[in-house]
């Protein structure tokens, strides 16, 4: 991809498969990559990669502004951020004011907090690429799945209002959609759920035009063509990666 050989790319949810794979791709690209996660990276799969990590929860102002200045002092401004980062509950009508509370404070509040903070770097670089992350579920109604569903409507919404507001700076906002990716989240949400995984896996890639899930790495693609100079003309737009998902 043209234009990426030593950006600086911030990267939100970076320890989960999905961020993990964009981080892959874009070290391949010659990116200098900051993995930011909740989760503390205890089998140092930033530093195996050759990326940097910071742990920092994205809900937490305090914490996101920091982590910016430390990210700025570093490694310089960034250039890139992608915003993988969410938590994934899934209710209808039952959810409750907790349920609304932990889904909204990481995929619109945390969302919304490391853009903040990072757009800034942004403007003093002249221009960069924000590459939010919704979900074919962004575009469907789905079964019990209203709390994550209305957060992954509210980014499309986000990425769209963003663009306007941030175009006058040369910065790009787009929007990836993926369909269902086998991920370790797809797993874990199987048997929160108590679902037979393979057939639940069965069942997701019968939803899709290719007859299967996802994969990571084909995510990550998308990411390195958004973050690109191939992308210089593309903002506040919808990325399908769904293997056909939304056109059956």
């Not at 391949?28 to 909740?38: G, H, R, T």
């Not at 989760?39 to 920091?66: L, M, P, Q």
């Not at 899934?90 to 932990?102: I, L, Q, R, Y």
């Not at 079964?143 to 306007?164: D, E, H, M, P, V």
Request: proline share 1%.
């Amino acid at each position: 991809m043209r234009g990426l050989k030593n950006k600086i790319v911030v990267i939100t949810g970076g320890l989960g498969d999905l961020g993990y794979a964009a981080a892959q791709r874009m070290i391949e690209e010659e990116c200098k990559v900051v993995l930011l996660d909740v989760a503390a990276d205890e089998e140092n799969r930033a530093e195996k990669i050759g990326a940097v990590y910071f742990r920092v929860d994205i809900s937490k102002e305090e914490e996101v502004s920091t982590i910016a200045q430390q990210i700025k002092q570093q490694m310089g401004a960034a250039h890139v951020l992608v915003n993988t980062a969410a938590r994934f509950i899934f209710k209808s009508v039952d959810a409750t004011t907790e349920d609304w509370d932990n889904i909204l404070a990481v995929n619109i509040r945390g969302t919304s907090l490391i853009t903040k903070h990072i757009v800034e770097q942004m403007k003093e670089n002249g221009g960069g690429s924000i590459i939010n992350f919704s979900s074919v579920s962004g575009f469907v109604g789905q079964s019990n799945f209203a709390t994550y569903n209305a957060t992954k409507f509210a980014i499309r919404g986000l990425t769209k209002c963003w663009a306007q507001d941030l175009a006058p700076f040369n910065i790009r906002v787009n929007t990836i959609c993926p369909g269902y990716i086998y991920t370790r989240a797809f797993v874990n949400s199987c048997e929160k759920l108590g679902l037979d995984l393979e057939e639940e896996n069965k069942r997701a890639s019968a939803m899709h035009l290719l007859n299967r899930q996802g994969r990571p790495e084909e995510v990550a693609s998308a990411v390195a063509f958004l973050a690109s100079d191939d992308s210089s003309f593309i903002t506040g737009s919808d990325l399908l990666v769904d293997g056909g998902y939304l056109a059956k």
